[in-house]
């Protein structure tokens, strides 16, 4: 008897313990692609190295050191998503062609225009030679 209670009572405080939301914090050196997230999409690793199953992460940020983007190297990325929603996309990359990529980008992020009930706003940065790009998520409705 008194081991049937001894284990009901630590599923009952394991089950009342057990969190809902899991948060992953992923670096990885190098990654090349062709498509990067945008913000307010559903967050999916892609084909990120993330070695356990991403869909059990509701909160995080990802951060690459040398993005290879549209077969051209010299970018880093950064990436934060919440409730498995894209909120902030960050790429970074130095020089003239870097800058031109990143305004094209910024022009085709704008013209496509906001998905649904989620606004962001998209500005670049200019850093000396280095160029920064961000995406952000300001508001959204009905969540």
């Known amino acids: 008897m008194r081991f049937f209670l001894i284990s ?9 313990m057990a969190q809902d939301e899991t948060t992953i914090n992923h670096y990885q ?5 062709d498509t990067i997230h945008r913000p307010c999409e559903l967050w999916d690793s892609r084909d990120l190295l993330i070695v356990f199953p ?3 992460c ?3 940020m990802i951060t690459v050191k040398k993005l290879v983007w549209q077969n051209t190297r010299g970018y880093s990325y950064r ?3 919440t409730n498995h929603m894209v909120k902030e996309v960050i790429l970074e990359g130095k020089g003239k062609k870097k800058l031109a990529m990143l305004s094209a980008y910024r022009d085709q992020l704008t013209s496509e225009g906001q998905k649904g009930s989620c606004y962001f706003k998209v500005e670049i940065e200019q850093l000396g030679r280095r160029s920064r790009l961000k995406c952000i998520v300001y508001a959204t409705l009905g969540s």
Request: hydrophobic share 45%.
């Open 8 to 16: 009901v009572f630590l599923i009952m405080y394991s089950w009342l």
């Open 79 to 81: 990436l934060t998503f």
């Open 58 to 60: 509701t909160h995080g």
């Open 54 to 56: 991403d869909s059990s």
């Open 29 to 33: 050196k190098k990654w090349e692609t």
